[in-house]
């Protein structure tokens, strides 16, 4: 695929194989396709991680996270499970969601919670949001420590944001599927690696070894969850689809 950008005849110019279109530059399809590309672009000068949440650096997009705060406000979980910890940032972000609330708190899963990320979460003020276990998010001794931490009757939300290879995520939604309640979701993040096994930063197997082969795997084999990306509670444009490093990531549970 190749794009043409024209800002004087504000048009841009799509060709794929041996045909080719012109697009209204200002139109939605003319957006959605730059936004896919700027995606690409963004993820390989690594724009995510530019931003910090209440002190924490915060690997993720923008827009992600304005979505994921959507959901945790019309949800409203008493517990929030994330796997990967990195800096803390985004178990950060779910504890102030939850204190603004006034309700939940928040489970955070590494096989590695590096020193000094773990001295500076448990001296943050939202701390006491936080519970942090360290060991691999499918081990299953790992598994049942987090069980036990949820209340029978508890509304959970679960992030899988750690080892984004095929077989991990896979196990990981086969471990946490079932602390989903009814309503709620298991949310597959960084499945926008299938699209970046051809920039400069990424890897030719992502194209196959990525999040959404996975929720494939698992949506085919466990039909109590169907694939359904949160509507926007909020949209006066013409725009319908997310700009987001997690397509194919919101598993609600029915």
Known sequence: MKLTIDSEKKTLLLETNDKSREIDLYSKEAFELISRQWLKMGW??????????????????????????????????????????????????????????????????????????????????????????????????IVEQVKSLIQPGETTLVILDSNHSRQHVLGELQAYGDLVTQGSYIVATDGIMQDLYDVPRGK?????????????????????????????????????????????AWLKKK
């Open 44 to 141: 390989n000068q690594k724009y995510t991680y530019t931003f910090s949440w209440m002190g924490r650096p915060v690997i993720q997009l923008p827009e992600d996270m304005i979505r994921t705060q959507e959901v945790i406000f019309s949800l409203r979980p008493d517990v929030i499970i994330e796997t990967g910890v990195a800096h803390g940032g985004s178990l950060i972000f779910s504890a102030s969601l939850c204190k603004a609330l006034g309700k939940g708190r928040v489970i955070g899963i590494d096989i590695e919670i590096r020193p000094h990320n773990r001295k500076a979460i448990e001296e943050h003020d939202l701390s006491p949001y936080i519970t942090l276990v360290e060991g691999s998010s499918i081990a299953p001794e």
């Open 204 to 248: 030719e197997d992502w194209a196959e070894d990525n999040p959404v082969m996975a929720v494939e795997n698992f949506i085919s084999e466990h039909p109590e969850f169907v694939l359904e990306t949160p509507p926007w509670q909020f949209n006066e444009s013409n725009l319908d689809q997310n700009i987001t490093h997690w397509p194919c």
